[in-house]
């Protein structure tokens, strides 16, 4: 791997694609607050690379789980200067080898992000579960899609109040995620039938009860216990499912209680602040209180115009934001990685978070300025935050006080410290999934919706499907590994979808609006023409479909079993690739291996921390085929990563013989 963290260092020395960060990161350096862009620069100014990233952490080769250590193991796969900076062992002191090391510290990673998301799934489900029961902050929004949620989990709603349904759909969900059921886990049936066999078969099925599953994972690698290599890597695939269950439960009941979105045209960019407004930037993966806010935003303008401003001004970036984009059409200041950029323009009068990728560095740059740091969740606290915690008991009450809140610091704003970016960001439109596009497709084949998209593809106007999807990193040119693949992908006539991060890098480049069909293939120009024509939209649909936040991916996965469900085959079978290609969070590493436990096979760019095993590596890139039918695709150059990737929807196309 030591040639990637070369290229690397290659790509993060380009000039920003974005001018908007650009102008802002050169901004706040001038007022003294360096970024994650500046933070990363230090790492690369020394000489000989003395005082680059820690070498044996990047290559996964750096344990500090017990205090016999920390140990550094040797090996070939590390730079000279590296090797230098520590004895030759090949074992720590427990007596881990490299494959060990390695693979273990990825289970932790893998455990992390899966504990996150299982985390926010169960914030949804006491709230759903609160709807259940009649309370009046949840009411149902969406009537239809709890019937659909409850046939799939096998409930029969016969005679069944709405709430009665409702209350046996959350049961389940507890019991899957907190429970003490046995047997597989109920969504898992609902979201991938096909695939429960090859799973099981190894040894890979999550069992109801995610919770105590999690709590056995970190047991296993704890010092003293696992030490199976192969073992590590099949427990970071069966954690990597129940990750993308958890993310399948939450989405679902999110649907249930504020409605499935639908198409949306918004914009993003950090024009989407406004001077004359009070600002409040949602940020964080708790929908359910981003759409509380925006409602007491409404409500209170008049509060708001008392204090001076000409009304609130709600923005969002990270997963919140592109939950309010989805289902209401709020403008998205930025992505995750812009965080300290736009609070740090001094416009923002209030920053909500509640969990998962808010940066620390918030903490010192609101100390700084008016802006009211509010944390909300009790997992996450801050230096110098204004803590107004959110349940569903005191919904209301919470989300009336945040906005209360900015309204306050609003009249305390520094005129003489606020900066907004000359560069224009670009409007886009969000809010697909796979109701959205059946929708669309019974309007073609009302009996069989997903023929016309088979038969696309069948025919080669659709070569397969791409999924962007993840963060994005400061470790190279941020941006561009999504936006030159997706370029590469939609020139070969393959369909990409992209949630999170990765869409609203797409977003910030144009890429989410119907005039960039000009990137698409002949036939794909065409079908995308033919579906904005049958959608009643003036035009064509964007050839990105947005397809929602990080937490929304089984939305992706939801459509790969509907078609293999309509084909009668599994999941691994189809045309489709996916590409986290800048991941950051462990979250990251929770999805792409549950992705890759489905059958889809996943690239990444980014280096990760697996060099120092060429063991663990081959195992993920090569050997899990046989057993998953995908691999991990590892490429930072993303032009060659979208060759590989393209490479792969072939040869899916040829084993179907299409």
């Not at 100390?367 to 509010?374: A, P, V, Y």
């Not at 479909?545 to 469900?565: P, T, W, Y």
């Not at 996943?602 to 990760?608: A, E, L, N, Q, S």
């Amino acid at each position: 791997m030591k040639h990637f963290l070369k290229k690397e260092k290659e790509l993060r020395k380009k000039a920003f694609a974005d001018k908007q960060i650009e102008e802002t990161v050169d901004f706040l350096r001038q007022q003294g607050i360096e970024t994650v862009w500046g933070i990363q620069a230090a790492y690369d100014t020394s000489l000989f690379g003395l005082k680059d990233r820690c070498g044996f952490g990047s290559h996964g080769l750096c344990c500090r789980n017990c205090n016999l250590g920390p140990c550094r193991l040797d090996s070939e796969e590390l730079p000279l200067h590296t090797r230098l900076a520590a004895p030759k062992v090949k074992r720590s002191s427990c007596g881990k080898t490299a494959d060990n090391m390695v693979a273990g510290m990825f289970l932790q990673t893998v455990l992390r992000g899966t504990s996150s998301h299982l985390g926010h799934a169960i914030h949804v489900a006491k709230a759903f579960v609160a709807a259940a029961k009649g309370s009046e902050n949840f009411p149902i929004k969406d009537e239809a899609k709890l019937y659909a949620v409850a046939k799939e989990l096998g409930i029969n709603t016969d005679g069944m109040q709405m709430l009665d349904i409702a209350k046996e759909v959350g049961q389940k969900a507890m019991e899957d995620l907190v429970g003490q059921g046995e047997g597989p886990m109920n969504f898992a049936l609902a979201l991938a039938p096909k695939n429960i066999d090859k799973l099981a078969k190894a040894g890979i099925v999550p069992q109801k009860g995610a919770a105590e599953a999690i709590v056995q994972g970190i047991h296993s690698t704890a010092q003293g216990m696992m030490s199976s290599t192969d073992h590590l890597i099949m427990s970071c695939l069966k954690y990597g499912v129940i990750d993308v269950l958890a993310l399948y439960i939450s989405t679902q009941l999110q649907d249930i209680l504020l409605g499935v979105p639908t198409p949306k045209e918004s914009s993003i960019g950090m024009d989407a602040l406004d001077k004359d407004k009070v600002n409040i930037l949602v940020h964080g993966h708790v929908p359910v209180l981003s759409e509380m806010v925006v409602h007491f935003a409404n409500k209170l303008e008049d509060m708001a115009k008392e204090a001076g401003a000409k009304g609130i001004n709600v923005v969002g970036t990270c997963c919140t934001g592109t939950e309010v984009l989805m289902r209401l059409g709020i403008p998205m200041a930025g992505s995750t990685i812009m965080q300290e950029l736009v609070v740090g323009t001094g416009l923002v009068d209030a920053v909500c978070v509640d969990v998962q990728c808010v940066y620390p560095s918030l903490s010192s740059i609101t100390k700084g300025l008016h802006t009211r740091l509010i944390t909300t969740m009790p997992e996450l606290r801050m230096d110098n935050d204004t803590y107004i915690e959110f349940t569903p008991e005191n919904a209301h009450e919470s989300a009336r006080q945040i906005v209360e809140e900015a309204i306050k610091a609003y009249k305390d704003r520094l005129s003489d410290r606020v900066f907004l970016p000359k560069a224009k960001g670009h409007k886009l439109m969000g809010g697909f999934s796979t109701e959205v596009m059946i929708d669309v497709l019974k309007k073609l084949n009302a009996q069989q919706p997903l023929k016309p998209l088979v038969d696309l593809i069948v025919d080669g106007s659709i070569q397969g499907v791409a999924v962007l999807a993840g963060c994005l990193s400061s470790k190279i040119q941020t941006d561009m590994s999504f936006v030159i693949m997706a370029k590469e992908l939609l020139k070969n006539n393959v369909l990409v979808l992209a949630t999170g991060c990765a869409a609203t890098a797409c977003a910030r480049h144009g890429l989410l609006t119907g005039e960039a069909k000009k990137y698409a293939g002949d036939s794909l120009r065409g079908v995308l023409e033919t579906i904005g024509k049958t959608s009643g939209l003036n035009g064509s649909i964007p050839p990105i479909l947005h397809f929602g936040s990080c937490v929304d991916n089984s939305r992706c996965a939801v459509l790969a079993s509907a078609i293999a469900d309509y084909l009668n085959t599994s999941i691994d079978k189809l045309p489709l690739v996916a590409s986290a290609a800048e991941h950051v969070v462990e979250k990251a590493a929770a999805i792409y291996m549950g992705v890759m436990a489905l059958g889809i096979t996943t690239h990444i760019g980014v280096t990760p921390k697996l060099g120092g095993s060429p063991y663990v590596i081959d195992m993920l890139t090569n050997k899990l085929e046989s057993i998953t039918g995908s691999t991990l695709i590892i490429e930072i150059d993303p032009v060659e990563s979208a060759k590989k990737m393209i490479h792969h929807i072939q040869k899916k196309r040829r084993a179907l013989g299409i």
